[in-house]
């Protein structure tokens, strides 16, 4: 009994070592009431591991790599988007924000950038957010959102944030993001680093899946009809860029990070599929007042250049997946050099 006491007690020392190194933290929330949500608790580490191996440091409102935004005086440039400006797969020195910060140093502008990133954003997210922040950081002087997608900026109804819908009417609808599980327990599995045990609730299979009865299966027969009717997407457009325009009198850019080019069937394409839906948006986003900027030919002469991707880790696939260090930098020289071009510093 004695041995099975020690093994057992070793076998849990050695995953809770382990997995210290190896696995991704929990990451823990808490109530902010100035900006009306959850944000990342100040002074937490986030360590990724499937897909890079970087860690963030949470400061206030949530902000990776910077202890408090709001007792900085300096002119600021809040770039918004989603898990690619939420970017934990690289160090907070390799993300866009601290890297555009370091290039405006160099020469010689007090300009310091900061990322408002949170998985599965989405523009409506950043529309209710924008006056919140502002709110707290009077020294914002212009808006940088990134966008990869489609579903960024078009009307959908399966998200975890805010909501973009299109019928009977075009609507922005405000939907708190909500952390999963109690935050008490996030943050106690957090202080103890018992983050195997939050692995494997996630790998756990749900047990609405499982059938416990004997006997055929009930054929489940699915509703007719969609969620949403069609729309049009140049209406809807217009209604995101008008609803922006109302939010904020501040200078707002649309950052585009195509996914080219990639490694398909073993050849390199560098063809973007979503450039005949860009080109529209960024004609009506100008036509609105609003700047854009391409990342496609950053990417695709970097490429050319150097052989590397703008995506992937040493532990994942060439071309896919998020912003590498390389893509983070280029983002952040391509805003850099808009600001320097259109002077918005």
């Known amino acids: 009994m004695k041995k099975i006491a020690c093994s057992f007690l070793f076998s849990i020392g050695f995953t809770w070592l382990v997995s210290a190194i190896f696995i991704d933290t929990i990451e823990p929330y808490e ?26 440091v949470s400061g206030a409102l949530g902000i990776h790599g910077i202890p408090d935004i709001t007792k900085i005086q300096s002119r600021k440039i809040a ?9 934990i797969q690289v160090d907070d020195d390799k ?56 579903r960024d900026v078009l009307p959908g109804k399966k ?15 405000l939907k708190q993001r909500e952390p999963q599980g ?16 939050f692995a494997l609730a996630k790998s756990m299979p749900d047990l609405k899946d499982f059938r416990f009865a004997i006997g055929p299966v009930p054929q489940r027969i699915k509703a007719q009809g969609h969620s949403q009717k069609a729309y ?14 109302a939010q904020t009198s501040l200078p707002i850019v649309f950052v585009y990070v195509p996914r080219v080019p990639e490694l398909r069937d073993g050849r390199f394409d560098f063809t973007d599929p979503l450039a005949p839906f860009m080109k529209d948006f960024s004609k009506m986003a100008k036509t609105h ?34 912003l590498n260090e390389d893509g983070n930098r280029l983002v952040a020289e391509a805003i850099f050099n808009y600001i320097s071009e259109e002077n918005l510093h």
Not at 309 to 320: A, L, M, Q
Request: overall charge positive; cysteine-free.
């Open 159 to 173: 998200r975890r944030g805010s909501l973009f819908v299109a019928d009977p009417e075009f609507k922005f609808i």
């Open 95 to 150: 993300k866009i924000a601290q890297v555009f910060t370091k290039i405006s140093a160099e020469n010689g502008l007090d300009l310091v950038a900061f990322g408002v990133g949170a998985l599965g954003g989405a523009v409506v997210d950043y529309y209710f957010d924008l006056p919140k922040y502002e709110r707290l950081n009077p020294t914002i002087a212009a808006h940088f959102i990134l966008i990869n997608h489609r």
């Open 232 to 245: 049009d997407e140049k209406a809807a457009l217009r209604f995101l860029f008008e609803k922006l325009a």
């Open 79 to 87: 770039i918004w988007g989603d898990s690619f400006v939420e970017a």
């Open 289 to 322: 007042g609003m700047g854009f900027i391409s990342l496609e030919q950053w990417f695709i002469g970097f490429h050319q250049r150097t052989g590397r991707f703008h995506s992937g880790f040493i532990n994942s696939k060439p071309g896919e997946g998020h």
């Open 31 to 56: 109530w902010h009431p100035g900006l009306k949500k959850y944000v990342r608790v100040a002074g937490t580490v986030n360590r990724e591991r499937n897909e890079g191996w970087g860690s963030s």
């Open 182 to 197: 109690p935050l008490f327990l996030r943050k106690l599995i957090y202080d103890l680093d018992l983050n195997f045990l």
